[in-house]
């Protein structure tokens, strides 16, 4: 990918809020990976919540749609899946309407509210939200760390962020580096000794499974809904 002059900027999911311009919210463990493998399975568009309420509340105005999610980490009596990659493979969602609930991921979409362009990215959607970014040469971009809390640095998210600013910067950077921060992060431990069925350690190869899709995930503010639609990069001119 051929260097471009940007501005890089992080921010969490406590100041994602002022965050302006093009914004991209990462989380790579797992929502945003998630998300990637279910328009991978044929989903038309994931409807982002950050109440599980809202989602209910979705549902019944959407009652083809499926509910996917957690909170911290664990599933939610009454969804559909829980978040993870690996409930998603083998689907088939043509077509379908999704609603995704996360304590992390969506909390960092419906916060940056003056973002645009606002973006949505893990490891398997990178290389595409990179091309996207630079076909459409903002000036700064900002990137949300979903997974850096006072008790947890959001190293597999950082590390998202380093891996597209790499590629934007011109470099080829070796994918195997990005992939071992993310295995020896604390949220991948943490989950991984839990040893619970809502985390199989499937995910974590699904999750770190580096530019396996071609499209980027762009949110939209429509009505009252914040719409995730995949989008092919070179369509932007």
Same mark, same amino acid.
């Given at each position: 990918?051929?260097?471009?002059?940007?501005?890089?900027?992080?921010?969490?999911?406590?100041?994602?809020?002022?965050?302006?311009?093009?914004?991209?919210?990462?989380?790579?463990?797992?929502?945003?990976?998630?998300?990637?493998?279910?328009?991978?399975?044929?989903?038309?568009?994931?409807?982002?919540?950050?109440?599980?309420?809202?989602?209910?509340?979705?549902? $019944?105005?959407?009652?083809?749609?499926?509910?996917?999610?957690?909170?911290?980490?664990?599933?939610?009596?009454?969804?559909?899946?829980?978040?993870?990659?690996?409930?998603?493979?083998?689907?088939?969602?043509?077509?379908?309407?999704?609603? $995704?609930?996360?304590?992390?991921?969506?909390?960092?979409?419906?916060?940056?509210?003056?973002? $645009?362009?606002?973006?949505?990215?893990?490891?398997?959607?990178?290389?595409?939200?990179?091309?996207?970014?630079?076909?459409?040469?903002?000036?700064?971009?900002?990137?949300?760390?979903?997974?850096?809390?006072?008790?947890?640095?959001?190293?597999?998210?950082?590390?998202?962020?380093?891996?597209?600013?790499?590629?934007?910067?011109?470099?080829?950077?070796?994918?195997?580096?990005?992939?071992?921060?993310?295995?020896?992060?604390?949220?991948?431990?943490?989950?991984?000794?839990?040893?619970?069925?809502?985390?199989?350690?499937?995910?974590?190869?699904?999750?770190?499974?580096?530019?396996?899709?071609?499209?980027?995930?762009?949110?939209?503010?429509?009505?009252?809904?914040?719409?995730? $639609?995949?989008?092919?990069?070179?369509?932007?001119?």
């Amino acid at each position: 990918m051929p260097p471009s002059s940007f501005t890089f900027q992080r921010a969490t999911l406590e100041t994602c809020a002022q965050a302006t311009g093009a914004v991209v919210v990462i989380d790579v463990l797992r929502a945003f990976s998630t998300a990637a493998y279910a328009f991978a399975a044929g989903a038309e568009r994931i409807l982002l919540v950050g109440e599980v309420e809202e989602a209910f509340t979705l549902k $019944q105005r959407f009652p083809g749609a499926l509910i996917i999610g957690e909170v911290n980490g664990f599933s939610v009596p009454g969804f559909d899946f829980c978040n993870s990659p690996t409930q998603i493979v083998g689907r088939d969602l043509h077509g379908r309407t999704l609603i $995704q609930r996360t304590t992390a991921g969506t909390q960092g979409i419906v916060r940056s509210r003056q973002a $645009q362009p606002l973006l949505a990215t893990a490891f398997c959607t990178a290389h595409a939200t990179a091309e996207y970014l630079r076909r459409l040469s903002p000036t700064t971009i900002t990137f949300v760390i979903t997974g850096q809390r006072a008790e947890d640095g959001g190293e597999e998210d950082a590390a998202c962020a380093d891996y597209i600013e790499a590629l934007l910067s011109g470099q080829n950077p070796a994918p195997e580096p990005f992939i071992q921060r993310v295995r020896e992060s604390s949220t991948a431990r943490k989950f991984l000794a839990l040893g619970s069925p809502d985390f199989p350690p499937s995910d974590l190869d699904y999750c770190t499974a580096i530019d396996r899709f071609n499209f980027a995930m762009v949110a939209t503010r429509t009505g009252d809904l914040w719409v995730l $639609q995949a989008v092919d990069p070179h369509q932007i001119t």
